[in-house]
């Protein structure tokens, strides 16, 4: 997520419509009992049974939930079940692919490719890196967001208003918000009580850091199916097809490959799962000629992109049922993967 320049020119919200859119070993054997009543015994075994499968159930979901960025195989979890924040911090997880450990020693899981390094370092773009910053971290909701609103960008409620309505057809499902920063739609989607899950995902450690204080101040959200994961959005820790929505605010203008990042979430939606995202273009089909060089020149260090081209990134990508909304530099869109 990032800051832009800001733009003078009003323009109206141009609007196309919304997409309708313990198991048992090999060998165990039953045996009839021989000296105690049969029936007694039968059914609290079968009880028991019942209890065991629902368990084990339960556990395979949370295997299943999060993968190795590495190998893309599921993470095996020892620990408590759930993703909410007290259930990922004690729990360790482990790739039964390529045998890679991940923690959540600090108040995030890492899930980066790089996690455990000892002395490999590796440093992304300056426009990645600036957010990784503690300074920026803590001004992002304290200031430096509300200066979207320069560019068009219809401010969080509404911003979130409208995501929702996108995602009508994911509710009840596994949202991951990408890049989410310092949470401030992480923490609105767990709020709404729609999704059976959210995932903050960003590579910033101290944005997740400042995710987790907000969280904290809240109190209700700690106990949320809300959990904190540090990845890179162009590897993105989970098994192909395991997640309904995907969400990226203010965030494509700042990836370093916004083609590799659309194709991992693209991956890892389900059949029908939605993609909505915001950014800042570069500028619209109302740009007059003499501020569209104005503006590709001082706007060259990030992947600022037009509307035309995030349409045909998204569907050079698999995606289809694209939409916008435009309101000067402020673009929201959405696009979903096929239904089988």
């Not at 000296?35 to 395979?60: C, G, M, W, Y």
């Not at 007290?86 to 997880?93: D, E, L, M, N, V």
């Not at 995907?246 to 990836?255: E, F, P, Y």
Request: hydrophobic share 35%; proline share 6%; net charge positive.
């Amino acid at each position: 997520m990032a800051m832009a320049s800001s733009s003078s020119l009003h323009y109206p919200l141009r609007q196309s419509s919304f997409p309708n859119c313990p198991y048992l070993p090999n060998n165990a054997r039953f045996r009839p009992p021989l000296r105690f009543p049969s029936s007694t015994i039968r059914a609290s075994s079968a009880v028991a049974l019942e209890q065991d499968l629902a368990t084990q159930h339960n556990q395979k979901l949370e295997v299943e939930l999060f993968a190795c960025p590495v190998c893309y195989q599921p993470l095996i979890r020892k620990g408590p079940p759930g993703i909410n924040l007290p259930a990922i911090y004690r729990s360790g997880f482990k790739c039964k692919g390529c045998n890679k450990s991940y923690s959540s020693k600090d108040i995030y899981l890492d899930l980066t490719v790089t996690a455990g390094s000892r002395d490999y370092t590796e440093v992304k773009p300056a426009r990645t890196e600036l957010f990784r910053s503690p300074l920026v971290s803590f001004l992002y909701e304290r200031g430096w967001r509300q200066n979207f609103n320069r560019s068009g960008f219809p401010g969080p409620d509404e911003e979130f208003q409208m995501a929702q309505a996108y995602f009508k057809s994911a509710e009840g499902g596994l949202l991951v918000d990408v890049s989410c920063g310092s949470g401030l739609f992480s923490r609105k989607f767990a709020e709404a009580g729609t999704y059976s899950g959210v995932i903050a995902l960003d590579f910033s450690e101290n944005m997740l850091r400042q995710c987790y204080d907000f969280i904290k101040s809240d109190g209700t959200l700690l106990t949320t199916n809300l959990a904190l994961v540090r990845a890179d959005v162009s590897r993105l820790p989970f098994s192909s097809g395991s997640v309904d929505a995907v969400h990226a605010g203010a965030a494509l203008h700042c990836w370093p490959s916004p083609s590799n990042a659309v194709a991992e979430i693209t991956r890892i939606l389900r059949s029908g799962g939605v993609f909505v995202g915001t950014t800042f273009l570069r500028y619209n089909s109302s740009t007059p000629w003499i501020l569209r060089s104005l503006r590709e020149r001082f706007l060259q260090n990030y992947n600022y992109l037009t509307e035309e081209e995030i349409k045909d990134l998204c569907t050079s990508c698999g995606l289809t049922n694209y939409s916008s909304k435009v309101q000067q530099s402020f673009i929201m869109f959405s696009a979903q993967k096929p239904q089988n």
